[in-house]
DNA sequence: GGTCACACAGTTTTT
DNA sequence: CTGTGTGACC
C-alpha cells in the first residue's frame, strides 16, 4: 500500500488493517472511521498480501453499505494506482450472499434454483392462508406477530421439528403448529422468506460439507461489519466461512446494538474472544465526527448500561456548544422550536442549509405530527421510513404477475392477482402462455403483462393518490431496465429496499434544488450508520422513548439506552434534546414525563432553551 | 365480487 | 386519530 494512502490513518486504524491473518476483533466506536479500516484493509490485503479479491468476503447489513464499501475499495485501488482489478471481493448482506449460494447451489437440500423470497406483506399471507385452513382465528393469533415469533424460532436455527420440544404454553405450541405448516407451504409454492435464506445455506453447509468446502476456499478472508447486531444464524454462518482458514475479521461496537428484536445478539461481539482464543483485539476509540460535548452525553448516557462493554470514545475536535434541552408546551411547539432554531442557525452560521438537519423520533406515528408543522411553515423535508416501496399495494400487483410468470407454484402471488378482477386474471393466464419469458427483458415482459391486464386502469390520474400510484409503477419500470433478466430483477426487488426518492415521498417543494435541500425526518432506528450536523431528537418522554412496552424488561431498556446512544452520536456539531409537556396521542391528550435519558445528561454540558441558545 | 359500516389495535423494521 | 380487518349486504 502507498505510504500516503497508510498515513491518513492513525496508529489505531493502521495496527487493526496491518493485521491480516487469524481472527480479529475491531471495537469501533461511532464516528471512529470504521467503513474506513474495512476498506483499506481490504484493500490493503489485495494490493499489499496479493490477495486475489474473489478470496475475500465482506458481510454488511446493508445494500447501501456494501455498496459504498465496493466503491470505495474501488477508488482506493484506483488511487493506488492498480491495474483495473479482474476480481473485487463480494460486498454484500448475509441475505444476498445466501440467495446467491442457494441459486446455484440449493438443489441438493431441495431449493430449486427458481425459487421466489417472500417478503413481510407476503409472509402474512401466507400465514392468513394457514391459520384459515387450520381454523385458528386470526383474532386470538395474530398472523403478525405468530410470524414475528416463527422468524425468532428461525434465526435461533430451530427446525419445525425440533421446535415442540422448546415450546411451552398454549401460544407458543400453536406457533409449532402453525411453523410446521408454514414451512411446508413455502415448500410447495416454492418460495423462501428472509429467515430461510441464511437457516437454508446453514443446513446446505451442514448437510454437504463439499459445498461448505468449496465457499471456505473461495472465502479465504472474511470481513463481517456491525458484527453486535448478528443472529445466531448469521452468526453460525461467520463461523462456518471461516472454518478453515480462520481469517476472519469482525467489526462492530456493543454499544449500537439496536435489533436484539429482531434477533440480534450483541453478545455474539463480546464472546467472540471464547470463540476465537487467539483473537487479536484493536480498539477504535477517537472520534472523529462529534465534538466532546456531544460524545460526554453520548457517554453518561449509554455508561448506565452494564450488561456490556462501553468504548470511551475521546477526540481532537472542539468542546463545542451545549446541548440544548427544550420543555415544549405540546407535540407542535416542539416542532416550531425546532424550525426557529434551524432558521437561526441558518442565518448565523455559513454552510448550513435545511439538508444540515436530522429529526428523530422513536416511533413513526410522531412523523405525522411534524409534517404537518413542516407542511404548514412550507419548510422542504425528506420523510425516511413508512411503508416501504415494494411493498406499496400497486407494486406488489404488479410484481406478483411477474413472480407468477416465473414461478406458477407461487400461490400468494396467484392469490393477490386473483383479486385484482376475474376478467383481469383470465387475460393474463391466456396472455402468459403466449410468450416465452425467457426470450424477453423484464421490461418488456412487465409492459405486455400491463397492457394484457390494464392494469394501469385500476387507477385514475385526477386522484391525487392514484397517481402516485402510476408514478411507483414508472419507477419499477425503470428498475426493470437496470435488471434485463428477470429471475435478477425479482431477487433485487426482494433484497434491496428502494433508495427514498424524494418524489415518493409528500415534498413542499417541487423544485430540484429544493429536494436537496430539505430537512431529514426518521426513527432513530434508521438513522444508524449516519451523521448529520445538527440533530434534533425530538419526543424525549418517558413511554415514548424509552418506549412504554420497553419500561419493564431490563433488557430492552438497556437497548432504548443503546439507541438514544445511536441517535445522540449522530451529531456533529449540535444536539438539541426536546420533550413536550403534552401531547397527543392516539388522539389522546397524554402528559409524560420527561426522559430518564435527559435526566442522565451531565448539567455541566446542558443548557435549557428558556435561555438564549448558545450557538457555535 | 365489490362496497360499506363498524370494531379495534396501534415500537422499532438493515433483509 | 387512523389504517386495517371483518362481516353483512347488494
Redesign the pocket.
Known amino acids: 500500500m502507498k505510504k500516503s494512502l497508510f498515513e491518513s490513518l492513525n496508529k489505531d486504524q493502521k495496527a487493526a488493517l496491518s493485521h491480516t491473518d487469524g481472527p480479529i476483533l475491531i471495537l469501533a466506536g461511532a464516528g471512529s472511521g470504521k467503513t474506513r479500516v474495512l476498506t483499506y484493509k481490504t484493500a490493503h490485503l489485495m494490493t499489499e498480501k496479493k490477495i486475489d479479491g474473489a478470496n475475500i468476503l465482506m458481510v ?7 455498496s459504498e464499501m465496493k466503491d470505495r475499495i474501488l477508488k482506493l485501488l484506483s488511487a493506488n494506482s492498480q491495474q483495473p482489478t479482474a476480481n473485487l471481493p463480494f460486498a454484500g ?4 450472499l445466501c ?1 446467491k449460494i442457494l441459486r446455484r447451489d440449493g438443489k441438493h437440500i431441495g431449493v430449486l434454483p427458481n425459487f421466489v423470497i417472500y ?2 406483506v407476503d409472509k ?1 399471507d401466507a400465514m ?1 392462508t394457514i391459520m384459515n385452513n387450520k381454523n385458528i ?3 386470538s393469533f ?4 405468530v410470524g ?1 415469533s416463527i422468524s425468532g424460532i428461525k434465526n435461533e436455527l430451530i427446525s419445525p421439528l425440533e421446535y415442540p420440544q422448546y415450546a411451552r404454553g398454549y401460544y407458543q405450541e400453536t406457533v409449532a403448529e402453525i411453523y410446521i405448516d408454514y414451512q411446508k407451504f413455502l415448500h410447495e409454492n416454492g418460495a423462501l422468506d ?2 430461510d ?1 441464511l437457516f437454508e445455506t446453514v443446513k446446505l453447509f451442514a448437510k454437504n460439507p463439499d459445498v461448505l468446502s468449496s465457499y471456505q476456499e473461495k472465502f479465504r478472508y472474511v470481513l463481517v461489519d ?1 458484527y453486535q ?3 445466531q444464524a448469521q452468526y453460525t454462518l461467520s463461523k462456518l466461512f471461516a472454518g478453515r482458514y480462520r481469517n476472519i475479521t469482525v467489526v462492530g461496537d456493543a454499544s449500537q ?3 436484539a ?4 445478539n450483541f453478545r455474539n461481539i463480546v464472546n467472540f474472544k471464547n470463540d476465537f482464543p487467539d483473537v487479536k483485539v484493536f480498539n477504535l476509540e477517537q472520534n472523529y465526527r462529534s465534538t466532546q460535548k456531544i460524545l460526554d452525553a453520548a457517554f453518561s448516557v449509554i455508561s448506565k448500561n452494564t450488561d456490556h462493554p462501553i468504548l470511551k470514545l475521546w477526540t481532537e475536535n472542539e468542546k463545542g456548544p451545549s446541548i440544548t434541552v427544550y420543555e415544549a408546551r405540546d407535540e407542535q411547539d416542539e416542532v416550531n422550536f425546532a424550525i426557529k432554531e434551524m432558521h437561526k442557525i441558518i442565518a448565523e452560521e455559513k454552510n448550513y442549509s435545511y439538508s444540515s438537519f436530522v429529526m428523530l423520533y ?5 412523523s ?1 405530527t411534524i409534517e404537518e408543522v413542516f407542511l404548514h411553515l412550507g419548510i422542504p423535508y425528506i420523510l ?5 416501496f415494494y411493498e406499496r399495494r400497486e407494486i406488489k400487483d404488479v410484481i406478483s404477475y411477474l413472480r407468477v410468470l416465473v414461478n406458477p407454484k407461487d400461490m400468494v402471488s396467484f392469490k393477490r392477482i ?5 376478467k ?2 383470465d387475460k393474463f393466464l391466456e396472455f402468459s402462455t403466449e410468450f416465452d419469458i425467457s426470450k424477453l427483458t423484464t421490461l418488456e415482459i412487465l409492459d405486455k403483462t400491463l397492457e394484457a391486464t390494464d392494469y394501469l386502469s385500476l387507477y385514475n390520474k385526477d386522484v391525487e393518490e392514484d397517481l402516485a400510484r402510476l408514478e411507483n409503477i414508472k419507477e419499477v419500470r425503470s428498475v426493470a431496465t437496470e435488471f434485463p433478466a428477470i429471475l435478477d430483477f425479482l431477487e433485487n426487488i ?4 428502494q433508495e427514498y426518492l424524494p418524489q415518493n415521498k409528500p415534498l413542499f417543494s417541487h423544485n430540484k434544488d429544493d429536494r436537496k435541500n430539505a430537512v431529514t425526518l ?5 438513522v ?2 449516519l451523521e448529520f450536523p445538527v440533530v434534533f431528537m425530538v419526543g424525549m418522554e418517558e413511554g415514548l422513548f424509552p ?4 419500561l419493564m424488561d431490563r433488557e ?1 431498556l438497556s ?2 439506552r443503546r ?1 438514544c446512544y445511536v441517535g445522540i452520536t449522530r451529531a456533529m456539531k449540535k444536539l438539541y434534546i426536546t420533550y413536550a409537556a403534552r401531547r ?1 396521542y ?3 391528550r397524554t402528559s409524560n414525563i420527561v426522559s430518564r435519558f435527559v435526566l442522565d445528561l451531565p448539567s455541566g454540558i446542558v443548557e435549557s432553551s428558556l435561555t438564549e441558545t448558545d450557538y457555535f
Not at 426518521?522 to 434508521?526: E, F, P, R, Y
Open positions: 454488511t447489513f446493508t445494500n447501501k453499505a456494501a448482506t448475509f441475505h444476498s440467495a417478503d413481510e402474512k392468513k382465528s386470526s383474532k395474530n398472523p403478525g406477530s414475528g428472509f429467515d435464506l456491525e447486531d448478528t443472529n446494538s439496536i435489533y428484536w429482531r434477533g440480534a422513536r416511533t413513526n406515528a410522531q405525522r425516511v421510513g413508512g411503508v416501504r386473483s383479486k385484482l378482477g376475474k383481469r386474471l426482494s433484497l434491496v429496499e426518521m426513527t432513530l432506528h434508521a444508524k450508520g418506549h412504554a412496552r420497553a430492552q437497548e432504548e439507541l397527543l392516539f388522539g389522546q
